[in-house]
Nanobody, 126 residues
Framework: VQLQASGGGLAQAGDSLRLSCAAS????????LGWFRQAPGKEREFVAA????????YYDDSVKGRFTISRNNDEKAVYLQMNTLKPEDTAVYYC????????????????????WGQGTQVTVSS
């Protein structure tokens, strides 16, 4: 599957942004999906993930309660709704996917994921 992220931009603290990631290819519903981010000088880190069915979601503690991941299998897309943005959310955000069996819980570990989009920049000013 090929992924392309969009929706990043400039925001002020407290604002909201919605990231989208469009997928091309077959069998989109067989993939767990996720978002990672990488701030300047830091390693890429887990943000959120969603199971194949969309029934289970997972978040890093730093975004829990502020960010919401969702997917639309018919549109082959995954979204990240980001509310109450903070300056520390500034990073390049990457969508990612991994084909799994139905019952697998998506991992928060970077090496587990094997399909990556190109990234979209999110900059939050105070």
């Amino acid at each position: 599957v090929q992924l392309q992220a969009s929706g990043g931009g400039l925001a002020q603290a407290g604002d909201s942004l919605r990231l989208s990631c469009a997928a091309s290819g077959h069998s989109f519903s067989r993939y767990a999906l996720g978002w990672f981010r990488q701030a300047p000088g830091k390693e890429r880190e887990f943000v959120a993930a969603i199971s194949r069915s969309g029934s289970s979601t997972y978040y890093d503690d730093s975004v829990k309660g502020r960010f919401t991941i969702s997917r639309n299998n018919d549109e082959k897309a995954v979204y990240l709704q980001m509310n109450t943005l903070k300056p520390e959310d500034t990073a390049v955000y990457y969508c990612t996917a991994k084909q799994t069996i139905l019952t697998v819980v998506p991992s928060t570990e970077l090496p587990w994921w094997d399909n990556w989009g190109q990234g979209t920049q999110v900059t939050v000013s105070s």
